[in-house]
């Protein structure tokens, strides 16, 4: 049974093929003692689902479902994972959100274009972790991260979500908690029919609403576009702080 450190959890996985183990050597943990998420990989049951997905190896299979897996039992854990590409700035995060082909990825490499590659840091290109501890929302990196690859063992707070929208200007609003809990539960990844954990699911989205901004960006692709995100997020922190 090997032990990992993904979100501040200790995960015990036994049975992981080869690309599996490649990708969470980064959390690696030298722990003993009880882990608090514990998984057991079927590599023959893993066969058998995969043969729907001819498409995809048994290796990239197990990828996927693993990290679903790992995201259903994050709710138990006051956290849950976001369809996102993630970066840290100045030790804040900032997540950009929305359906597959909007530029998510190509927004967080313009932010790393404009502010430069060592002050903004891609904390997970594809499916961040969001997790609250102690009234506080932090985003943490993990080793599913989509066709990319690009993750990074950090913990940063959160700051900010954005929904991208492409458009020919750019433009970004505030969204209602109406507008935002739809747009969340959708992006992010939900437990099936297990109700239970759905209601948790809303539960931290509601607490997440009374904490952290979340915008619509209509934008191309363009660093005007990140200046446009990036300066409305500064003026709501400066105006947040004012407040306290």
């Known amino acids: 049974m090997n032990h990992y450190k993904i979100a501040d959890l200790t995960v015990a996985m036994e049975g992981a093929g080869e690309?599996?183990?490649?990708?969470?050597?980064?959390?690696?943990?030298?722990?003993?003692?009880?882990?608090?998420?514990?998984?057991?990989?079927?590599?023959?049951?893993?066969?058998?689902?995969g043969a729907k997905y001819?498409?995809?190896?048994?290796?990239?299979?197990?990828?996927?479902?693993?990290?679903?897996?790992?995201?259903?039992?994050?709710?138990?854990?006051?956290?849950?994972?976001?369809?996102?590409?993630?970066?840290?700035?100045?030790?804040?995060?900032?997540?950009?959100?929305?359906?597959?082909?909007?530029?998510?990825?190509?927004?967080?490499?313009?932010?790393?274009?404009?502010?430069g590659p060592d002050?903004?840091?891609?904390?997970?290109?594809?499916?961040?972790?969001?997790?609250?501890?102690?009234?506080?929302?932090?985003?943490?990196?993990?080793?599913?991260?989509?066709k990319s690859a690009l993750n990074n063992n950090i913990r940063?707070?959160?700051?900010?979500?954005?929904?991208?929208?492409?458009?020919?200007?750019n433009h970004i609003r505030r969204l209602s908690n109406k507008e935002a809990v739809q747009m969340l539960f959708y992006q992010s990844q939900r437990p099936g029919g297990d109700r239970d954990r759905i209601n948790r699911l809303l539960t931290l989205m509601d607490a997440l609403l009374q904490k952290i901004p979340v915008y619509q960006l209509d934008c191309d692709i363009s660093i005007d576009a990140v200046k446009t995100a990036y300066y409305e997020i500064c003026q709501s922190r400066m105006e947040t702080r004012n407040e306290k």
């Not at 002050?119 to 989509?146: C, H, M």
Request: hydrophobic share 40%; glycine share 8%.
């Open 19 to 49: 690309t599996l183990q490649r990708l969470m050597k980064p959390y690696g943990a030298d722990t003993k003692g009880k882990a608090d998420i514990t998984m057991s990989i079927d590599r023959e049951k893993m066969h058998k689902t």
């Open 54 to 115: 001819p498409h995809l190896s048994l290796d990239e299979w197990e990828y996927i479902q693993t990290g679903y897996a790992f995201a259903c039992k994050l709710l138990d854990f006051d956290g849950f994972c976001l369809h996102a590409s993630a970066v840290a700035l100045d030790g804040q995060a900032v997540l950009f959100s929305g359906p597959c082909g909007t530029g998510k990825s190509t927004h967080t490499h313009l932010w790393r274009q404009y502010f």
């Open 156 to 169: 940063v707070p959160l700051s900010a979500v954005v929904f991208l929208k492409q458009a020919k200007e």
């Open 119 to 146: 002050r903004a840091v891609v904390i997970n290109d594809d499916k961040p972790l969001l997790r609250r501890t102690e009234d506080i929302f932090y985003v943490y990196g993990a080793p599913w991260s989509g």
